[in-house]
């Protein structure tokens, strides 16, 4: 508990916080599952699923195969210029024209993600959306339509499609065992903090103890509690005697 002393400095009871926080355990816990349980609901009931789709590419220098560390070299170089043009207003805007989607290039550019694994010429082409068959056909259609247009721009062999997306199973967010598990700890934090708090404000006195801890005066002489002493003293009262009742 935090307490005052008479030179101002302020100190606080750990014992005292440790020994509130346990009476309140089971209301800790309580807050802590609920935390939980309103998370989960939010995640299940109010946040929409995301899915990605990925198709993948390999940057190309050459008709034949690539095996000399100077076509390594200048494959890995490549990816990031071909990076640049496959996020580029034309090929994003085709893109939505060829599928006949209701997008601005701006939302597509968003929901594109490239990935160059280090030291490959591999070029992952992701897309994020909301339902998983329009993401499957919007990262396919970007990978055919980004490998034409490189080729026709930067007159070079373009980056050939190995493996082309299917549509996603299962969405990659929300996490509902995170989003639980932040909902439980946020429950905690609130619960403990609230008990805390208030343990600290706390400032009266519960015992004879307290008197010279805090305030620094001797306890000279304690007053019971009448309704203590009545309880404890119960047992003790002198009985009352019956008067016999003499037989005539």
């Known amino acids: 508990m935090e307490k005052t002393h ?10 005292e916080i440790f020994y509130a926080l346990k009476k309140r355990a089971l209301i800790i816990v309580a807050v802590l599952l609920a935390g939980a349980v309103l998370a989960g609901i939010y995640t299940r009931m109010m946040v929409t699923p995301v899915y990605r789709a990925t198709s993948t590419m ?3 220098t050459k008709e034949t195969t690539l095996t000399s560390l100077a076509d390594l070299q200048l494959g890995s170089q490549l990816t990031k ?3 640049m043009l ?3 207003r034309t090929v994003l805007q085709e893109v939505i024209d060829e599928l006949g989607v209701d997008m601005r ?3 597509l550019k968003e929901a594109v993600s490239i990935n160059n694994p280090s030291d490959t010429r591999i070029l992952e082409l992701s897309v ?3 339902d998983p068959q329009i993401a499957q ?3 396919n259609a970007l990978a055919n339509i ?3 247009y490189i080729g026709n721009q930067m007159e070079v062999v373009p980056p050939k499609v190995i493996e082309e997306a299917i549509v996603p199973e299962k969405p990659i967010s929300p996490s509902m065992s995170r989003n639980v598990a932040m909902g439980a700890l946020a429950g905690l934090v609130l619960a403990v903090g609230v008990v805390v708090l208030m343990t600290l404000m706390d400032d009266s006195i519960k015992s004879e103890d307290d008197i010279e801890k805090y305030l620094g005066l001797s306890t000279l002489a304690i007053i019971p509690d009448r309704k203590d002493y009545i309880s404890g003293k119960t047992d003790n009262r002198p009985k009352k005697r019956r008067k016999r009742r003499k037989r005539k």
């Open 6 to 15: 008479g030179n101002g400095e302020m100190e606080i009871d750990l014992l």
């Open 58 to 60: 390999l940057v190309l």
């Open 81 to 83: 210029d071909y990076s």
């Open 86 to 88: 496959i996020t580029s």
């Open 105 to 107: 290039y701006e939302s």
């Open 128 to 130: 994020d959306n909301s």
């Open 137 to 139: 056909e919007l990262v």
């Open 146 to 148: 980004s490998s034409e």
